[in-house]
């Protein structure tokens, strides 16, 4: 990838970036997953300034990242809920938490616990060989030249 003519990459890492790579998006989807659905406890528990979550709502509901329901009508009230696209981020979200239990905290206020007992490891493997993947085990193909198979 490095001897690569230098350029702007094209990259699926860039465009994600866009729409949750945002402190206070990454936190609105933490909470979704946690169960958290209105404004106010979304507000509580991540500390985020209400206009600035208003907005944050906004983009991720435009990108399909999440959803609006209304739970009451007068006056309209709404709760927010996870996507498929939402749901499918939640692995990368836990392997960003264990890296910041790791490398950004001294002592992590919660520790997570699979429903087999054992503490939550999360790993990225190859779902044909189930080899970890690491940079060093991937090979880079543009598209255009990639058979599709």
């Given amino acids: 990838m490095a001897d690569r003519p230098l350029g702007v990459r094209p990259c699926s ?3 994600a970036l866009e729409i ?3 402190r206070w998006s990454l936190l609105v989807l933490r909470e979704l997953a946690y169960g958290v659905h209105r404004f106010g406890k979304i507000v ?14 906004r983009k991720l509901e435009a990108a399909g990242v999440i959803e609006r329901r209304q739970y009451c009508e007068h006056p309209p009230r709404y709760e ?10 939640f692995p990368a979200m836990m392997s960003l938490l ?13 520790a997570f616990e699979h429903e087999c007992g054992k503490p939550l490891s999360a790993d990225v493997a190859c779902r044909y ?5 690491t940079p060093h085990s991937l090979r880079l193909e543009p598209r255009d030249a990639r058979q599709e198979g």
Wanted: proline share 4%; with cysteine; glycine share 12%.
């Fill in 44 to 57: 509580g528990y991540t500390g985020a300034p209400r206009d600035i979550l208003t907005d944050r709502l």
């Fill in 20 to 22: 949750v790579g945002e």
């Fill in 98 to 110: 264990l890296w910041g239990d790791k490398w950004a905290l001294d002592s992590p206020a919660v």
């Fill in 80 to 89: 927010y809920h996870l996507t498929q696209a939402g749901h499918e981020l």
């Fill in 129 to 133: 060989c189930a080899g970890q993947i």
């Fill in 13 to 15: 890492m860039a465009a």
